[in-house]
């Protein structure tokens, strides 16, 4: 069974940091992309940041130079970590494992308010 399990979302100021957790289990971890989506109220889910089993990254032109993803093979973790962030990157984030062409696991999400 696939689990992928969200940590670190919660309330932040504008201008501000967090850092999301991945924790996932049931899968051969390395061998996936792993990914951050996030969605706002009555808006689709978009991709934030994505890593390769390779290492290498991809981000939304929005997150570039603020946020980082970075992974862990050995725990079977990925992170996002988020600075200076902004009131309009309130939303559900969550954590996606894919592996093509058809395999993609989402975790449950998790919620970033990001407001004074």
């Known amino acids: 069974q696939v689990q992928l399990v969200e940590s670190g979302g919660g309330l932040v100021q504008p201008g501000g940091s967090l850092r999301l957790s991945c924790a996932a289990s049931?899968?051969?971890?390395?061998?996936?992309?792993m990914g951050w989506y996030r969605q706002a109220p009555g808006k689709q889910r978009d991709l934030v940041a994505r890593?390769?089993?390779?290492?290498?990254?991809t981000y939304a032109d929005s997150v570039k130079g603020r946020f980082t993803i970075s992974r862990d093979n050995a725990k079977n973790m990925v992170y996002l970590q988020m600075n200076n962030l902004k009131p309009e990157e309130t939303a559900v984030y969550y954590c996606?494992?894919?592996?093509?062409?058809?395999?993609?696991?989402w975790g449950q999400g998790i919620q970033v308010t990001v407001s004074s």
């Open positions: 890593i390769r089993n390779s290492g290498s990254t």
């Open positions: 049931g899968i051969i971890f390395s061998t996936y992309i």
């Open positions: 996606n494992a894919q592996k093509f062409p058809s395999e993609s696991f």
